[in-house]
């Protein structure tokens, strides 16, 4: 029997890097959030002013039910940057003109809203309750035995 080009050698398994870890640790994040009932939102970048089709998906995120996607968004953005420069290389010097937006992951045929950046107030709100109050509670695992 022929033996090929040689035998085959023994590589050693490659180290992981510090941004592989983090992203595994996010990875591994985001899939708990999904299977507790959290929202999940597909996420949108264009140049700021750019027209409404020219949203590009740049990934998705969960978020805990009563959390807003826009700070879930802004308090990611430098890892969300990174992103888009390594996903789409023609935007590269262009990420102080990044203007986001997102849609809920189960309807995707929705419109894209902006996400927009807001104050962070300290102590619960009128706005916050009220979002809360009027939430939908998660009943996807109703009537499922465990």
Do not use: H
């Not at 809360?132 to 035995?145: F, I, R």
């Amino acid at each position: 029997m022929a033996k090929g080009f040689g035998a085959k050698e023994n590589k050693a398994p490659k180290q992981k890097s510090a941004g592989q870890l983090e992203r595994e640790r996010a990875a591994n994040q985001y899939d708990q959030l999904a299977a507790t009932g959290g929202q999940e939102y597909s996420i949108f970048v264009r140049k700021f002013g750019s027209p409404d089709d020219s949203w590009l998906p740049c990934g998705s995120i969960a978020v805990a039910r009563g959390d807003q996607v826009s700070n879930a968004i802004f308090s990611n953005e430098e890892n969300l940057k990174t992103a888009i420069v390594r996903t789409f290389p023609k935007l590269k010097g262009m990420e102080g003109e990044f203007e986001y937006g997102y849609n809920m992951k189960i309807y995707p045929d929705e419109p894209v809203e902006v996400a927009v950046k807001s104050n962070a107030s300290s102590g619960p709100s009128l706005g916050n309750w009220m979002s809360n109050l009027l939430s939908p509670m998660d009943a996807s695992n109703v009537g499922k035995s465990q």
